[in-house]
């Protein structure tokens, strides 16, 4: 191969520093938050539809037009209540959710030359600032019983139907194999976009509510599922999509080749000074980092390569800007921060050579639509090129993965292992197992946060009407 394809050493344009600093501060601004004339002024901006179509495209139904009223009021632990009466976690939802394809997209303003209320933006406000005032989840008129749940993940799902079920008198016990709360929400979206300390509150809060964690713990590991089908009434499990998906082509298993995931893991854990004994910070400072895909979470590793000061970012993915699947505004981060761009370029192989790595990519063009009107990008015979680097990172995205006690408890799943639970039957997320009910990514596939918030608090519901709670 490597007289065929010389390793071109290209030394693009290792990032514009001063942009990349610019744009550090702004983010300072970004996560600067609303002060209490700011959130009533986007508050005011509401035109108050009649028929809110935010509400539609948010996927817990959060009351957007009434609490933006009471913010506008001045009556914040008031839009509290009602926040939390739709969402579990609505200082999370407010910044990470995707809000200009969900609720803002949708905001009629933006029909108007004005743009969208800062739906999300107030959001965070709300219960970030309630928070600081004091406010708490009224408790008080929570009749008991002698039900208790093992919930099986403390990620948004998790979280989610712990929330619905302490607010309804049940004991939730939540599982998780990793040492702290929130699944990805710790693990997986970076400091940058989701501050830790806000997920160590909402701990708090939750405990304080009644909802009890029990980390470090992998069921089928440290506790069989047998176990807990004796020792709870029901069994929720929202335990993610974490199967990592590979490129296919030779080269992916070379030293330097990292998998998203873990590379994003072992820096989060190097920020909480959790890192596992034997594994040690793994820094891009000084390297020159290729990034393989185009989804949120490669965005995510380039931002973090970036801040980990490496030499160059480039990302390289196989069909054009348009067609990428990332959320615009995260590309559009990720540029300014200096991260170079690839468009139309396949990984054909990872090679070693001289003792450094290189991506060899050919640049395609986009054919016909497939089935699901995407149009598959096309080799184009001949355009191979080596981009040397000290590091890939490999971001193809994430599936999931059944269980191996899935069979032996007739949980049932489809053909690519996500867990098999309705929406639409009698008890809402029951899987197969009549006392077992599953939410989130194990169910729909990596998706996002607030769908599985959503999922979590709907298996809830299933659960306390199974429960004959309700
Ligand atoms: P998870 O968050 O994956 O939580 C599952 C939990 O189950 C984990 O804590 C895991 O440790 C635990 N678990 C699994 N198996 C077991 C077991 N056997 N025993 C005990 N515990 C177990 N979404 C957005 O909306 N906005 C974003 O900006 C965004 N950024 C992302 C960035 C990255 C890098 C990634 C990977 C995803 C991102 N997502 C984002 C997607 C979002 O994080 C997920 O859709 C969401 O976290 C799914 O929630 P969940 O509760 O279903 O699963
Ligand atoms: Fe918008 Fe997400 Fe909040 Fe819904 S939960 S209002 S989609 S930011």
Redesign the pocket.
């Known amino acids: 191969m490597s007289d065929v394809f010389q390793f071109m050493n290209i030394t693009r344009n290792p990032g514009d520093k001063k942009a990349a600093e610019a744009r550090k501060i702004e983010f300072r601004e970004i996560y600067k938050p609303f002060d209490a004339s700011q959130a009533s002024e986007q508050a005011g901006r509401c035109l108050g539809c009649g028929n809110p179509y935010c509400e539609w495209e948010c996927p817990v139904h959060n009351y957007i037009p009434d609490w933006l009223k009471l913010v506008d009021e001045g009556k914040l632990f008031e839009a509290a209540e009602l926040s939390h009466k739709t969402n579990s976690l609505p200082e999370i939802c407010g910044r ?3 809000q200009d394809r969900l609720c803002e997209g949708a905001c009629t303003l933006n029909q108007v030359t004005a743009g969208a209320v800062s739906i999300g933006s107030v959001e965070k406000y709300i219960t970030d600032e309630a928070f600081k005032q004091g406010w708490r989840p009224d408790m008080s008129g929570v009749v008991k019983t002698d039900k208790k749940v093992a919930v ?7 979280l989610g139907c712990a929330d619905i079920l302490v607010r309804n008198g049940v004991k939730p016990v939540v ?4 040492e702290e709360i ?4 710790t693990f ?2 970076p400091e940058f ?1 989701l501050e830790k300390e806000v997920i160590a509150q909402r701990r708090q809060i939750m405990e304080g509510m009644g909802v009890e964690f029990r980390l470090n ?4 590991k440290d506790i069989t599922i047998e176990q807990l089908l004796a020792d709870y009434d029901a069994v929720f499990m ?5 199967k990592y998906m590979k490129g296919g082509f030779p080269g992916e298993d070379l030293p330097g080749v990292l998998e ?2 873990p590379f ?1 893991v072992n820096n989060v854990r190097n920020s909480m000074g959790t890192l596992p004994a034997g594994e040690s910070f793994l820094s891009m400072a000084g390297k020159r980092v290729v990034v393989l895909g185009g989804g ?2 490669a965005m ?1 590793c380039n931002r973090t390569s970036i801040r980990q000061d490496a030499k160059s970012v480039i990302c390289a993915y196989r069909r054009d800007e348009a067609n990428m699947p990332g959320s615009k505004r995260e590309v559009e981060n990720a540029k300014e921060e200096g991260v170079q761009f690839l468009w139309n370029r396949q990984p054909l192989a990872i090679v070693q050579q001289n003792g450094a790595l290189g991506v060899k990519l050919i640049t395609t063009e986009l054919g016909a639509p497939d089935a699901k009107g995407r149009r598959s990008p096309v080799e184009v015979p001949g355009s191979e090129e080596i981009i040397e680097c000290d590091h890939v990172v490999v971001a193809f995205g ?1 599936q999931v993965q059944a ?1 191996s006690w899935f069979d032996a408890q007739g949980i049932k799943t489809d053909d690519r292992g996500r867990t098999l639970a309705a929406e639409r039957q009698t008890f809402k997320y029951q899987t197969s197992n009549p006392k077992v009910f599953a939410g ?3 169910v729909r596939g ?5 769908r ?1 918030v959503f999922e ?1 608090r709907q298996a809830a519901e299933g659960i306390l009407e199974y429960l004959q709670v309700w």
Request: aromatic letters at 8%; a negative charge; hydrophobic letters at 40%.
């Open positions: 990470v959710c995707p099986i993940g403390a990620g948004p799902a998790g599982f998780d194999r990793y929130g699944g990805l929400l997986g979206i976009k713990t992998e069921i089928g929202g335990m993610g999509a974490y998203a995931l994003l949120d979470t995510d994430f269980e989130g990514d194990q990596a998706d996002l946060v607030v599985a979590g």
